[in-house]
């Protein structure tokens, strides 16, 4: 914005995002409600991508958890179960 009213880059703008997570990705979000990879790569920190013209984006971070793995080890087994039932009996107790 510029006095109020939207601007757009003339040529290409380099965009950067701060995050976390290197495995996150970048999406414009289009008019018809439609997402565009836009194709960013982790850098140091941020997410970077360049673009002609400037957006509504999201930035989107894949959900690394498993339902029912209670150890965090990535499988759901018994020892999730084990780990619940303890929990569950000790809670009771």
């Known amino acids: 914005m510029k006095d109020g009213e939207p601007v757009q880059p003339d040529g290409t703008a380099t965009v950067k995002i701060p995050c976390e997570n ?10 018809n409600g439609t997402a565009t990879d836009m194709n960013a790569v982790y850098d140091n920190g941020y997410m970077v991508f360049s673009t002609e013209h400037f957006s509504l984006y999201a930035l989107v971070v894949p959900n690394d958890n498993v339902f029912g793995d209670v150890n965090g080890d990535g499988v759901v087994n018994a020892k999730d179960r084990m780990l619940i039932t303890d929990e569950f009996f000790v809670v009771q107790r």
């Not at 290197?22 to 008019?31: G, L, M, Q, S």
């Open 22 to 31: 290197k495995n996150a990705k970048i999406y414009r979000i289009e008019d």
